[in-house]
Every structure is written in structure tokens, then in C-alpha cells.
């Protein structure tokens, strides 16, 4: 018998968002983890709103929303607000009920800026990491390290002269006519007026370049998963001065080992992770002129190979910030804001991660 296209509103809901997403969706475990680090931030949460005043949206729930943003990557905060409306599964995560109401985007916005100032990003990364390490995920002796450029959310055209007048364009104020071919164009004497911050840069030769972050992260060579990470100004040294700043951050007292590709290779580089305990088993770069700073006293150990072939696995924490993190073009301003965002999505690359080597924790 065919059924009737008809549809009847009822007047009561009895149905619970937990009801209707499935046993085994991926989501589950990576909603655990995220209430065990959001546990373990609720004094921090405590600490950046007053005990007075109308309530704000949740911190918990503001974190998770953004969780969603770049798991599904959302690349606006109005367009996941219009998920939040209609798609149970993301109600369920952020912990929403199907009848409750969703923020205002500018409100969510607002909301979202508070997170800045509180560290929030670094402490639920290291909330984050805690339970790798509980879950014995994590070497605490061979790292890998590498650097990518993050386009900076500016235009060609707003990278002018610093002693230029701010006389208006004679034509389109908003999208001037520009013509810089043939100008000499550099950092020291041309700043972008969109966001002073970036720098011109390129990540090698034969390469277009554009206004950039540096962003850097240091893995761990068992599993993959982020330790650490940093974001700098772009710079010709940016990439090893982020390097150095990492290896000191690594904790213990024994000599570990930190594998990295020739662009690391560089005697300057190679007497500063020495001095800091730390081995660096930097690929050898034969052209340099000089040759190698890594001699036979790093090669001839079986586990410079090794670090060599795992080194290469950072390349899938950058495949996946620049493609489902949506980083590769930042939508924020200022290394301040776009290092928040930066550290936030390793977080979440490494709750995918640990998603995947079957990590549940206990609530």
C-alpha cells in the first residue's frame, strides 16, 4: 500500500537529540575527550566572567561550537549558526536541546572574543594533550619539527609605502586601481593596511609571494600527534628562530632527538638545539655552500634514519590545518587572533588524531 506525502506538526517532542545520533558515530568519542578537557578548564572559565550580570553563552558550549567549525569546516560563524538550527548532530555535540533557541552570529561573535584573552586555546591544547600522555600516545624523546605559510586574510593591494599619504583613490575607494609592477616592494619599506602584522613572504624560490604567518608545530615521532606550536611573523629565519623557541619547551632533562628537513641546516641552528640537550637530526643539505652542518657524528646512527622517514609525517598535520582546518588563508586579523586559531586547530587535529588510535576516555 503506498503511504501518504502528508506531514502533521505535533504539539509535544519527545525526542532527545542523544536518542537520534548512532552508537558508533565519530563524533562520540571526540565529544567525550572534549568534556574531559573542558572539566579540566572550568576553573580557568571561572576566573574570566564576573559573578554579577546577565549570563553569557556558555564557554563549554562556545568551545564546542567552534570544535564543529573546523571538524566540518564551516568557513563562517553565521553559516554555523544556520546548522545549529536545523542539524541535530551538531545540537547534540554543542549541547543544545532541539527546542532551544540559537545565538545571533554577532552575539556568538562577542561571546567568542572573551576566549581570546583567557589563553583558552593553549590550555584546552594542553588539556588535550594531558590525556594523550595518559593514554601513553606520546614519545617524550624523538620530535619532528617543520614550518608552513599561512596567507594572511589581506589583499596585494593593501601592502603600500609606509610614508605614503592617505589621500583617497581617484576612482573606487574600496577596490582601488593599483599598479605596482616594476615597484620594489619589501617589508622594511611597504606594510599592509589591512593587517600590519603579516609580512611578505615566500616558502622558497620559484614560489609567488604573499602576505604571511609563519606557523609552526612540533610533533612527536610515535603517533603524529602536535606537542607544540607557534606562530611567528614571517621571516627568512622565522621557521628555525620558532624551532629553537620549542625544543627549550620540551620537557624533561635527558637528550632528545628533533628531525627536520635541509632547511634546517644550518650551523647556527645546529649549535643552539646542541646546547638546549637536544639532537639535531636535520636533513643533510649538500648544496649549502660549506657543506653540512651535520656530520658523521649525528648520520651513523641507525636512528637518524628513523627520524628521517618519520619527519615526513608533519606534513599530514599541515595537509590537514590548511584543507579541513580551513588555514590555509586565515579569516582573522593579527598574529594574535590567528595564533589562537592556529593552536586550536592543532587541538582538534589531535583529537581526530586520537579518535583514530581508539582513544575513549573515561568521563
Request: charged residues 25%.
Amino acid at each position: 500500500m503506498r503511504g501518504k506525502d502528508t506531514q502533521q506538526s505535533a504539539m509535544f517532542s519527545y525526542v532527545s537529540p542523544e536518542r537520534r545520533v548512532p552508537a558508533d558515530h565519530p563524533l562520540r568519542p571526540i565529544r567525550a575527550m572534549v568534556d574531559v578537557a573542558l572539566k579540566g578548564l572550568s576553573r580557568s572559565f571561572g576566573q574570566m566572567y564576573p559573578d554579577w550580570g546577565r549570563p553569557s553563552i556558555a564557554p563549554e558550549k562556545l568551545l564546542r561550537a567552534l570544535l564543529l567549525q573546523l571538524l566540518y569546516s564551516i568557513r563562517s560563524e553565521r553559516l554555523l549558526m544556520e546548522q545549529l538550527e536545523y542539524n541535530l548532530l551538531f545540537r547534540w555535540f554543542v549541547g543544545l536541546n532541539v527546542d532551544e533557541p540559537v545565538w545571533v552570529a554577532t552575539v556568538f561573535s562577542k561571546n567568542r572574543d572573551r576566549l581570546l584573552e583567557g589563553e583558552i586555546a593553549e590550555k584546552f591544547f594542553a588539556q588535550v594533550l594531558e590525556q594523550a600522555r595518559t593514554n601513553d600516545l606520546l614519545s617524550d624523546e624523538h620530535f619532528s619539527v617543520d614550518g608552513t605559510l599561512i596567507e594572511a586574510w589581506a589583499s596585494q593591494k593593501s601592502f603600500q609605502r609606509k610614508d605614503q599619504d592617505n589621500t583617497p583613490p581617484p576612482d573606487d575607494p574600496g577596490n582601488p586601481t593599483v599598479n605596482f609592477h616594476g615597484e620594489k616592494r619589501s617589508n622594511d619599506t611597504h606594510q599592509s593596511t589591512t593587517d600590519p602584522e603579516a609580512r611578505l613572504a615566500r616558502k622558497s624560490s620559484g614560489h609567488e609571494s604573499k602576505l604571511a604567518y609563519c606557523g609552526n608545530v612540533l610533533i612527536e615521532n610515535r603517533n603524529g600527534l602536535v606537542v607544540d606550536t607557534e606562530l611567528v611573523m614571517a621571516s627568512g629565519t622565522a621557521e628555525r628562530d620558532a624551532a629553537v623557541l620549542m625544543a627549550e619547551r620540551i620537557d624533561g632533562e635527558k637528550r632528545v632527538t628533533v628531525g627536520a628537513d635541509k632547511g634546517y641546516d644550518t650551523r647556527g641552528f645546529v649549535r643552539e638545539t646542541r646546547e638546549r640537550n637536544v639532537t639535531p637530526h636535520v636533513s643533510q643539505n649538500t648544496n649549502r655552500t660549506g657543506g653540512s652542518a651535520i656530520d658523521g657524528r649525528t648520520t651513523r646512527h641507525a636512528g637518524y634514519q628513523v627520524s628521517q622517514r618519520k619527519r615526513k609525517r608533519i606534513e599530514e598535520v599541515f595537509g590537514w590545518l590548511k584543507t579541513v582546518g580551513m588555514l590555509r588563508k586565515a579569516r582573522h586579523r593579527g598574529i594574535f587572533k590567528v595564533g589562537w586559531v592556529f593552536t586550536f586547530a592543532a587541538a582538534a587535529y589531535n583529537l581526530v588524531r586520537m579518535r583514530n588510535l581508539a582513544v575513549v576516555p573515561s568521563a
